[in-house]
Every structure is written in structure tokens, then in C-alpha cells.
């Protein structure tokens, strides 16, 4: 596995590879991120994985500072798994050149994280657009747990770019629980809180599937999480998978949730 620490080491590495898979992180890896990575091994020739905790997706400074980072377990596990190439890059390697226009959302798309994080999908765009342009590689990663992350991602990014998206399932724990980086901010019974709200609403998805008042029962569910478990929800909505827009059937669609366990805000789809 090589380190590579800066754009003159990247360039160096990645010199004629060809077939190259790419798994962009922010650290704390976890079961959800190896799943990507094992894909990867699994179709491409070589791998590299990004760690870089990009700080223009941030609308949150605190949240910034506060985000887990664990380099020396993250290169450990990216070293049993053998990859080939893992990419450690300063702000300056990424940011260093202006865009001629700056990414921005249409109208439409600001929904969901995009309503109450304001600029982080353009920081998430533009750091996935620039990585992808310095690494150059064939198939890039995502998980679905961010699946308007991916969504976004698939619409803004630019075909002059070449390379496949390849999302994979969302990985959970036995209690239904999506596996997160920010998981690591909660403590043990804010874990078993978070893990019961989650049951909780993949029950809830599973059992009304034929129902026909399903944004009447969302409401319903959304009140009683908030009381039951006395949390603050950003959002509880059903919406079609393919476009994103506010649904009332199950089919082809997804329920999505944002919502804070003390101040740790937490997202995920169903």
C-alpha cells in the first residue's frame, strides 16, 4: 500500500494505471466504507481510497472541528485490506485552483440535507468533481445511507469526467442501525436510542407497503418518535427514489430522515 501525501506523489503513482477504482472517505472507516472498498478490489485492477475531510461541505464549523478523525486505525485497516493506493491530500492539493463558475443547486434539488445544510452538496460536488479530476480513475464508490448525496452527484457531475458511479447498499448493524462515521460522536445509550428509532421506522416502511394514507402515517410516526425518544427532526419524508420529488405510494420510493440525538445530527433512507 502506498501513502501518497500530495499531488506530486499522486502523479507519480498513478502514472499509467489504468482500471483504477476510487472510494472517497473522510476517515473513521468503518464496515459501510470496506464494503465499497471490497467492491472495488473486486472490479478494478487497482484501488485507491481518498481520506479528506473536506471543510466547504461544512455549513457548521463546530461540526467541522468535532468530526471524527482516526488516521493510524484508518491506515491500519486500509493496510490489511491491501489496496493499493491511499490518498492523504492538504486542502491547499485540493483547492488549488478557482473555479471559473461556482456549482449551484437548482431549485428543485434544494430539499431534504439541502434545505437545512445550506452549500454542503455544492462542497460535496465541487471536492468529488476536483478528486475525481486529479485521480482520473474509471469507477468511483458510494454508499446509499447518502442517497441524495448520490443522487446529486450522478446529476451534477459533469460527463466530460468519464467515469462510472457505482452505488452500493447501505450497511447496517443487527438493529437496523446505518453504519456512520458521526456514530462514533454518540455514547452507549445514545447508540441504543438511535438504534431503536431506526427499527422502529424500517418497521414502520415494511408494514405500509399496501396502505394508501401514508403521509398521514408518516406525520403519526414522526410525532411519536419525537415524543418517545424526545428528539428533533429535520425531516421524515416519503419521496420517489428516481427523482427526489414528494411521494405517496411505497413503490419506487424511499422514506427519509434527518434528525439529532443531542447535537448529533444523523441521516439515513428506508
Do not use: W
Not at 471536492?127 to 464508490?141: A, G, H, N
Amino acid at each position: 500500500m502506498k501513502i501518497l501525501l500530495s499531488n506530486n506523489d499522486l502523479n507519480e503513482a498513478l502514472y499509467n494505471v489504468s482500471n483504477l477504482g476510487f472510494v472517497p472517505t473522510m476517515g473513521s472507516l468503518h464496515e459501510g466504507h470496506i464494503s465499497l472498498i471490497k467492491k472495488s478490489i473486486k472490479e478494478c485492477k487497482k484501488t485507491i481510497v481518498s481520506i479528506f475531510i473536506n471543510p466547504t461541505q461544512f455549513n457548521n464549523k463546530k461540526d467541522f472541528k468535532n468530526y471524527p478523525r482516526n488516521i493510524k486505525k484508518d491506515l491500519l485497516i486500509l493496510k490489511k485490506l491491501r489496496i493499493n493506493f491511499v490518498y492523504l491530500p492538504s486542502v491547499k492539493d485540493v483547492y488549488h485552483f478557482k473555479r471559473k463558475s461556482p456549482i449551484k443547486l437548482k431549485k428543485k434539488d434544494k430539499i431534504l440535507c439541502a434545505k437545512f445544510r445550506k452549500g454542503h452538496f455544492e462542497g460535496v460536488i465541487d471536492v468529488i468533481d476536483r478528486l475525481t479530476k486529479m485521480i482520473k480513475p474509471q469507477k468511483i464508490y458510494f454508499g446509499e445511507k447518502d442517497f441524495q448525496q448520490l443522487y446529486l452527484i450522478k446529476k451534477y457531475n459533469p460527463k466530460k469526467l468519464n467515469v462510472k458511479i457505482i452505488s452500493c447498499p447501505t450497511i447496517r448493524n443487527l438493529n437496523k442501525l446505518a453504519l456512520s462515521s458521526r456514530n462514533n460522536l454518540l455514547t452507549k445509550n445514545q447508540l441504543i436510542k438511535a438504534e431503536k428509532i431506526s427499527k422502529k421506522i424500517f418497521l414502520f416502511k415494511k408494514k405500509i407497503s399496501q396502505n394508501r394514507n401514508i403521509n398521514t402515517l408518516v406525520y403519526k410516526l414522526k410525532k411519536e418518535l419525537t415524543n418517545l425518544f424526545n428528539i428533533k427532526f429535520d425531516y421524515l419524508e416519503l419521496r420517489n427514489k428516481s427523482n427526489l420529488q414528494v411521494s405517496n405510494k411505497i413503490k419506487n420510493s424511499k422514506l427519509f430522515v434527518a434528525y439529532y440525538i443531542n447535537k448529533v445530527r444523523l441521516i439515513d433512507n428506508f
